[in-house]
């Protein structure tokens, strides 16, 4: 599965279904949602101009996403957010294959180190970072901080 999908950059057309595809994974991780959480969702090539966001494609759909950004203030790191799969492709390498053309990206960038946050319940999740080289630095107000050195 995971040597037919293909990863290529964000571009403005991939609005609506790269929208969805994160709305869909937050609906499923939290079981509801508020839209209104997520303005950086309304147009992600201007939330994002400048950084780093990935898809995962299989044929024409989208199945994945995930973005590099700066980290505020820290010269030399980036954040990883906004990584999701679909879930019907979980559990398929997807997510470990946008994560590594991340760091792939990031090295490019010349960033030295990764940082990353999730909801601490989510523990597949919490799991993969941890399966994928991140280690946790802390938890504060219900996420696990991760990090990882370049």
Sequence with gaps: M???VQI???QPSDQSATKQLILAGLADHWGTLDPALNPDLNDIAKSYRGETFLLAVLGE???GCGALIAEEGMVG???????SVKKRN???GIGRLILHHLQLAAKQRQFHKIVLETTETWTDVVAFYQANGFRIIGHHAGD?????TL
């Design 144 to 148: 696990t901080h991760f990090e990882k």
């Design 61 to 63: 759909e989208i199945i």
């Design 8 to 10: 290529r950059p964000f």
């Design 2 to 4: 995971k040597n037919a």
């Design 90 to 92: 979980r559990q398929q």
């Design 77 to 83: 790191c980036g954040r990883i957010v906004r990584m």
